[in-house]
Every structure is written in structure tokens, then in C-alpha cells.
């Protein structure tokens, strides 16, 4: 995952100037320094709040990333251990929780969650938070040059249009793409009816006519160079490529989209649970929060954080939208038992 990094140094300077200064008891008293081991994305921590919680607590914080949530759940099920603390996606984090690999959450030990989105809590996966608590989430968009597409529509509609055939490209993704698909048809992007899929998979289809490829990556270069029109993407990447192109237009589709989270949870084998609950609780409370997604780029839904961050931060319509759109948008579910119905369908799409 990129990520665009918003902050300044002088709000990095005040940010670190705040952050908390008292050694967690467990490690104050032994004078030993703890080591804490995260496994999460690539550059998913500020340099501010990594250090501010080694100061407060005496310790060490050891990341180590994955660039995928297959490989970290692949990685856990073929034995690995020694972390402490998991940022899996919310369907990783179901997933994990359906095989037995996390440990509930201590809500004693995390007075931060009164901070946490209660509009965002109402549409989580984990909505009470006992395996796992809200990190960061952004949204997939579209995103179209202005000087290319005349009488842009902000709908999946728009990926129909016939007049930019071979110059649009979609994620190569089955929940992104059939996801979109239903929603472009009324339907959550997590249903598991057959006659909803089967109809998300003929829209998918039709989509595919129009496309140049299904693209991860190159899409970002891609639509910045003019090579593509029209793209379907992840916010923090096509904000980092409009940087590079005033001509590019960003939008969440009004039918909705995905808005995945990326949560904090415990590990069932965690060395270092008490430390990771201190953590846990520390990237929650409201001025670190509000550092740590400025320098991301993406959003934490902690509602405490909200009047500590940037205008510039605080007004993006794509990270902040309006609330009658953020509520027609979805966390990815687990599909459990179902996942077989998506790939069937998917099969037939990436085939015709």
C-alpha cells in the first residue's frame, strides 16, 4: 500500500511535543527494555508516534510488513509467530478470528475506545470492538481526466462509456471489482446471493469490454501520464498521482463503494499482550491518532482525533465524505464458507 504523507514538520514537531511522556509500569519498575513486534503494512506508523511509544514505555517497537492480507494470513498459518500485534484488514481480522488466532481485547486497558467513529462502529465487522479496534481506512474511487471524459457522471456508470474503450483500467481484485459491480446494482458489496453475483458478474463482464487490463499498480503511473482516462483505484494511491496531474478528477461513485479499516488486534500467542494493549490504546487517544494519519494519509475513524487534524486533511470530500454517501459505503466482509460462490463468478469474468 502507498501512502501520502500530508503532515509538516511543524506539526510533526507539536505532535511529538505532546505525546505522552510516563513509562508503562510493568517495564518502569524493571528498568529492562520490552520489545514489542507489529506486523502491518509498509509505512503504516509514523516516526513520531513509533518513538513517543517507546519513550512513554521503555521499549522497543520491531515492524515487520506484509504486502498483502493472503500473505499475512498465509504467513500465520504456516506456523510463524513472535508478533504481538496484527493489522489485517477487517475481513483478515474475521478470518483470524474463524480460525482461533486472536485473543479478546481487555476493554480496561483501552479507555481510548471512547474516541473511536461511533458512525464508522455502526457499520464495523467487529462493531463492539472485542478482537479488534479501527486503525485506518480509505476508500476505493474512480478517477477520470477532466480534459478526456466530457460529462462525467460520478457513478460505476461511468465505466460503460464506449467513447473511452481501451483507456480505462480496473483493480485486478474479485472483491473490488464484483464489490462494485453490486453496488453499481443496488446490493452490499459482501452479498452472497447467487442471483445477485450472477448479475454483478454480467455487469463485471460488460465492464471488461471496455477495459485496456485489470491493473494493481501501474494504473497510478498510468493515469498520471495520460496513458489511461479512466482508472479504478485506491484513494492514497490517486491522491499521490493528482499530485502529478492537475487534470485528474477523484470521486467516490454515488452508489458507494468500499471503505476498508484496517484494524489493531492481538494475536492469541502474543509474548507481549499487556504492552500491545498499551499500544493499541496509545494510537487511539486523539492528538497521536490525528499525527499518525496526517503522515499516512489515510483516515483513522477516531472521532476525538478529528479537530486536531489539518483543513487541508480534515476536507478532503474522498477521505471525509459527505455523511449520506459515507453511508451507502462498505467495510470488505469476510465470506467465510462462501468465498467459493465469488470465485466462480470471478473465474467467468476474468475468462470471457
Known amino acids: 500500500m502507498n501512502r501520502r504523507h500530508f503532515i509538516t514538520a511543524s506539526s510533526a514537531a507539536l505532535a511529538a511535543a505532546s505525546l505522552p511522556s510516563c513509562k508503562s509500569k510493568e517495564t518502569a519498575a524493571a528498568g529492562e527494555k520490552k520489545t514489542l513486534t507489529v506486523f502491518t503494512w509498509a509505512d503504516y506508523l509514523?516516526?513520531?508516534?513509533?518513538?513517543?511509544?517507546?519513550?512513554?514505555?521503555?521499549c522497543t517497537v520491531v515492524l515487520d510488513t506484509f504486502d498483502s492480507n493472503e500473505a499475512m494470513l498465509a504467513k500465520l498459518e504456516s506456523g510463524a509467530t513472535g508478533y504481538d500485534v496484527l493489522v489485517p484488514s477487517s475481513y483478515a481480522v474475521e478470518a483470524l478470528k474463524r480460525k482461533g488466532m486472536l485473543q479478546p481485547?481487555?476493554?480496561?486497558?483501552?479507555?481510548?475506545?471512547?474516541?473511536?467513529?461511533?458512525?464508522y462502529l455502526a457499520k464495523a465487522p467487529d462493531s463492539k470492538m472485542e478482537i479488534s479496534v479501527p486503525y485506518m481506512m480509505a476508500p476505493t474511487c474512480?478517477?477520470?481526466?477532466?480534459?478526456?471524459?466530457?460529462?462525467?457522471?460520478?457513478?460505476w456508470a461511468l465505466l460503460d462509456r464506449a467513447d473511452l474503450k481501451g483507456?480505462?483500467?480496473?483493480?485486478?481484485?474479485?472483491?473490488?471489482?464484483?464489490?462494485?459491480?453490486?453496488?453499481?446494482?443496488?446490493?452490499?458489496?459482501?452479498s452472497t446471493d447467487p442471483a445477485e453475483l450472477a448479475a454483478a458478474r454480467d455487469v463485471a463482464i460488460r465492464w471488461k469490454a471496455n477495459i485496456a487490463k485489470f491493473e494493481n499498480e501501474q494504473y497510478k503511473t498510468g493515469i498520471?501520464?495520460?496513458?489511461?482516462?479512466l482508472v479504478q483505484?485506491?484513494?492514497?494511491?490517486?491522491?499521490?498521482a493528482s499530485e502529478e496531474n492537475e487534470d485528474m478528477r477523484i470521486f467516490i461513485p454515488k452508489e458507494g463503494t468500499s471503505f476498508p479499516c484496517d484494524d489493531l488486534c492481538i494475536p492469541k500467542d502474543a509474548k507481549e499482550a499487556?504492552?500491545?494493549?498499551?499500544?493499541?490504546?496509545?494510537?487511539?487517544?486523539?492528538?497521536?491518532?490525528?499525527?499518525?494519519?496526517?503522515?499516512?494519509g489515510y483516515r483513522a475513524p477516531n472521532s476525538g482525533a478529528y479537530p486536531h487534524l489539518s483543513e487541508d486533511f480534515r476536507g478532503s470530500p474522498i477521505l471525509f465524505p459527505p455523511a449520506e454517501l459515507f453511508a451507502k459505503c462498505e467495510p470488505i466482509g469476510d465470506l467465510g464458507d462462501k468465498l467459493p460462490l465469488w470465485t466462480a463468478e470471478w473465474d467467468k469474468v476474468k475468462t470471457a
Open 46 to 58: 509514523s516516526e513520531a508516534a513509533k518513538e513517543g511509544f517507546e519513550k512513554a514505555h521503555n
Open 233 to 240: 483505484g485506491y484513494a492514497g494511491d490517486l491522491i499521490q
Open 105 to 119: 481485547l481487555d476493554p480496561a486497558k483501552l479507555p481510548n475506545l471512547k474516541h473511536v467513529d461511533a458512525d
Open 224 to 229: 498520471a501520464s495520460g496513458e489511461f482516462h
Open 142 to 155: 474512480l478517477a477520470y481526466l477532466a480534459s478526456k471524459v466530457s460529462d462525467p457522471v460520478e457513478s
Open 167 to 190: 483507456r480505462i483500467t480496473l483493480l485486478d481484485d474479485m472483491r473490488e471489482v464484483l464489490g462494485a459491480a453490486l453496488k453499481s446494482l443496488g446490493h452490499s458489496l459482501n
Open 274 to 296: 499487556e504492552l500491545a494493549h498499551a499500544f493499541i490504546n496509545y494510537l487511539t487517544g486523539p492528538e497521536v491518532a490525528a499525527e499518525n494519519m496526517e503522515w499516512i
